[in-house]
């Protein structure tokens, strides 16, 4: 008898979703909509397409679709950019193309705009919110110097940024945004009640979330706070929310700030989780020039 391993046959092979199928048709009808107009749609999903938002996605309680730039660009070679007027660096994405491929992402439900863009308003957990309980959005992916501003007028598109920097395209921070929101989308985390304290939630006080800890109570000679083993609730509940009042003054004096004008004027029609919009910097940012 043969001492050689024995043959059995070829492995069974399970189907499973590659990215681009996670956004193949036919999609949900009414489930939240992200529509992308991009030059890179390979990029997507991306890491929408793991973990719990891919699981979400693949389960139909959201959309994605991609609206690839290049399709509705001129000439033999789809150009999509042309040099800037008035002259300068870089190239700038058509008003002509971005339109025609804006017409063709606005079908359906209406959806707002966005233009993710270094010179936007400030994301925030409020707008995410807001977002997740509309029917879906409409991204653009800049690339190069920007877009034409004639088509952002045209359409009324909001302008969104996530930090103060730059990158190379907007396909990151789009899935930002997107991840942001999905993520506040009814079923998609498995227990919705961990949204509650966290940063920046109404539930939280707008504040930054306590430290968090889990087993071993003791590791590298640091313990776990001794209140939290404790089982008292009312004092586990103080704890963390003096933790927060604590981190907040220290990391975010801009949230503090918020917070301390709201109880002071406890009738201030002012939503906490979106405080952050209230820093110095932000102020100042939206003072400049919208053109």
Same mark, same amino acid.
């Given at each position: 008898?043969?001492?050689?391993?024995?043959? !059995?046959?070829?492995?069974?092979?399970?189907?499973?979703?590659?990215?681009?199928?996670?956004?193949?048709?036919?999609?949900?009808?009414? %489930?939240?909509? #992200?529509?992308?107009?991009?030059?890179?749609?390979?990029?997507?999903?991306?890491?929408?397409?793991?973990?719990?938002?891919?699981?979400?996605? #693949?389960?139909?309680?959201?959309?994605?679709?991609?609206?690839?730039?290049?399709?509705?660009?001129?000439?033999? !070679?789809?150009?999509?950019?042309?040099?800037? @007027?008035?002259?300068?660096?870089?190239?700038?994405? *058509?008003?002509?193309?971005?339109? %025609?491929?804006?017409?063709? %992402?606005? &079908?359906?439900?209406?959806?707002?705009?966005?233009?993710?863009?270094?010179?936007?308003?400030?994301?925030?957990?409020?707008?995410? *919110?807001?977002? @997740?309980?509309?029917?879906?959005?409409?991204?653009?992916?800049?690339?190069?110097?920007?877009?034409?501003?004639?088509?952002?007028?045209?359409? +009324?598109?909001?302008?969104?940024?996530?930090?103060?920097?730059?990158?190379?395209?907007?396909?990151?921070?789009? &899935?930002?945004?997107?991840?942001?929101?999905?993520?506040?989308?009814? *079923?998609?985390?498995?227990?919705?009640?961990?949204?509650?304290?966290?940063?920046?939630?109404? +539930?939280?006080?707008?504040?930054?979330?306590?430290?968090?800890?889990?087993?071993? %109570?003791?590791?590298?000679?640091?313990?776990?706070?001794?209140?939290?083993?404790?089982?008292? $609730?009312?004092?586990? $509940?103080?704890?963390?929310?003096?933790?927060?009042?604590?981190?907040?003054?220290? =990391? =975010?004096?801009?949230?503090?700030? @918020?917070?301390?004008?709201?109880?002071?004027?406890? @009738?201030?029609?002012?939503?906490?989780?979106?405080?952050?919009? &209230?820093?110095?910097?932000?102020?100042?940012?939206?003072?400049?020039?919208?053109?």
């Amino acid at each position: 008898m043969s001492d050689a391993p024995k043959s !059995h046959g070829r492995l069974s092979v399970t189907p499973s979703l590659r990215p681009r199928e996670l956004m193949a048709e036919p999609q949900v009808q009414g %489930a939240w909509t #992200a529509s992308i107009v991009t030059l890179f749609p390979e990029a997507f999903p991306g890491i929408l397409g793991l973990s719990l938002t891919g699981k979400a996605l #693949a389960q139909g309680l959201w959309n994605l679709r991609t609206i690839p730039l290049r399709d509705f660009g001129t000439g033999r !070679h789809r150009n999509v950019d042309d040099t800037p @007027a008035g002259g300068g660096a870089g190239m700038v994405i *058509r008003a002509d193309v971005m339109d %025609a491929a804006l017409r063709e %992402a606005r &079908q359906g439900p209406p959806r707002p705009v966005i233009y993710m863009s270094p010179r936007g308003k400030s994301l925030t957990q409020a707008r995410a *919110r807001d977002l @997740a309980q509309g029917n879906g959005v409409t991204l653009i992916c800049g690339r190069f110097e920007g877009v034409d501003q004639r088509v952002l007028d045209a359409h +009324g598109i909001e302008e969104i940024s996530i930090g103060d920097y730059v990158l190379t395209g907007g396909e990151i921070a789009a &899935q930002v945004l997107i991840d942001a929101t999905v993520r506040l989308i009814p *079923r998609v985390l498995g227990n919705h009640d961990s949204l509650a304290e966290e940063s920046f939630s109404i +539930g939280n006080r707008g504040l930054l979330e306590a430290p968090q800890f889990t087993k071993p %109570a003791q590791w590298e000679g640091r313990e776990i706070p001794e209140v939290l083993l404790s089982g008292n $609730h009312a004092a586990i $509940h103080r704890w963390r929310a003096g933790e927060a009042e604590r981190l907040t003054k220290e =990391r =975010r004096p801009d949230l503090w700030r @918020a917070y301390e004008e709201t109880r002071m004027d406890p @009738a201030k029609d002012r939503q906490l989780s979106g405080a952050s919009d &209230q820093s110095r910097g932000y102020r100042e940012h939206d003072k400049e020039p919208r053109r």
